[in-house]
């Protein structure tokens, strides 16, 4: 690896209060949450966290502009989201750098994040004004029978702290679309640009209130899920957590969606390219967001008569990969998002160590020198590691990854489908059919042959198994935010 100096970054005006109906409310009921910059390990704001009293207020604006909004011809509607997603491209260094100043992820990536939101928001934008109903026939009747996609009014949407924009892509976008009102409830780790996003909202001219922003921590979160006026939530984070809002959802019986972990497995065959083979491992592996994502590679099985080529070439990448300040350009690998990320993953590191559950290739150790105060985890490679261990069945959602070895197509397949995760498969291959082949028989919501895990509007994105419900993206993902209707009418 190579370092650069740690610098604090550009100084921004980094925005603290709740987002309310168009209005900025400070001196909230949640309290307020001491803001850690991961790459110097040192305060950088002091925000406001929502409580019940914020999220009630929220529902009734919501409430109020879900109204105005539904009420507007579509093509209105359609035109304002084009609206929003021109404002979000204007304003994309901005928030590209307060996305930045959210979780540390390089500018290399935060500025993709913005650009895919502002093209998830220009692609439902196009689908405002499109036919979404149909009509059947009914048997033995002359009766006109209705198929209605109809909004759920407000819908809460739960944002992870590792990227926010890009949740906001995947679901304030289609939820807009849809016709609904949006409580984006970003983590209380990375608020910063979702709440420039909802000023830009207002500035481009949608509703105040149609999309409020109430960073909180568990608390406001619960408040939100159990909200009687919340017709559906939308959730993105961990399995346990996503339990807990299940739990508290069925107070009022409120349909919860969710996208949860992966555990995701990289298929290396004995015909890959093992030069890109190899630096899409490392990129969608331990660099992409330092592991902190979860379409992670972190299982990467390789046929044994490739192993040890591969295993090099895997290596030199990692080697020469930039690490250090995320303001800085040419910087792949930046920290993990906070101290205590930081003590689990070397815990689970040592514990894989001591429990010998594979060798150790490289890596292992916190980064010191000029990047000591921060929170950088080396690239970690254990090799020969075994399936069935805590090291390739749990998600460390660190820079740390599992190599093991198989010997032909359905031992791999078998080994990629032991898991109780399934949002995403990754197959490096130069033969065609072989590519259509295992791509069918791997339980994934998604499958990326030759190629990282890079999502597009187009594309229905979810998971298998304990890796979620529903689907974001396409058709599929304006629909996770409509109830049908049923109206039949007799002739």
Known sequence: MTHSTTRPGPTDELPTALLIGGDRVSNSSGGTYDHVYAATGQSN???????DIEVNQAVL????AQREWISMPPERRRDLMFDLADAVKADVDRLSRLNVHDFAVPILM??????????FIRYYAGWVDKANGSSTPVSSKFDVNLIEREPYGVVGIIAPWNGPMVVIGLNVAPALAAGNAVILKPSELSPFAPLRFGD????AGLPP?????????????????????????????GGDTAQKI???AATNLTPVATELGGKSANLIFEDADLDQAAFLSAWQGPLGQSGQSCACGSRIMVHDSVYDAF???????????????PFD?????????????TTRILSIIDRAVEENMGELVTGGHRIGGDLSDGFYIEPTVFGDVDNRSPLATVETFGPVVSLMRFTDENEAVDKANDTTFGLNAFVQTTDLTRAHRVARRLQSGSVWVNRNSDISPQGPYGGYKQSGTGRAGGLEGLHEFQQVKNIRIGM
């Open 110 to 119: 935060s500025a993709g994040h913005v650009m895919l939101a502002q093209e």
């Open 209 to 237: 209130g149609l999309v409020n922003v109430l960073p909180s921590g568990p608390e406001g979160g619960e408040a939100l899920v159990r909200h009687p006026g919340i017709g559906k939530i939308h959730f993105t984070g």
């Open 61 to 64: 604006a919501a409430k109020e």
């Open 246 to 248: 299940i739990a508290a």
């Open 200 to 203: 830009i909202c207002i500035e």
């Open 311 to 325: 295993l090099e070439k895997f290596l030199g990448v990692l080697a020469a990969a930039p690490v250090g300040d």
């Open 329 to 341: 350009p040419g910087v792949m690998l930046g920290p993990v998002v906070s101290q205590a990320s």
């Open 45 to 51: 704001a002091t925000i406001e966290l929502a409580g």
